[in-house]
């Protein structure tokens, strides 16, 4: 998988932060570890648990 230059999250990245909300951390402040808004880290969240393709 190409990752855009500009990407925030790497795929590791995005599976870190889904752990850390089902594990309990509140979107916001996995969303500020991250580096990335809440908006994101819930869309992210959302397209885990549909099991999309594009996650990882």
Do not use: C
Request: net charge positive; hydrophobic share 45%; aromatic share 8%.
């Amino acid at each position: 998988m190409n990752v855009h230059k500009n990407a925030r999250l790497t795929p590791s990245g995005r599976v870190l932060l889904v752990q850390r909300i089902e594990g309990g951390w509140p979107a916001w402040r996995a969303a500020a570890a991250a580096g990335v808004s809440v908006r994101t880290a819930y869309r992210w969240l959302h397209r885990h648990r549909l099991g999309d393709g594009e996650f990882v």
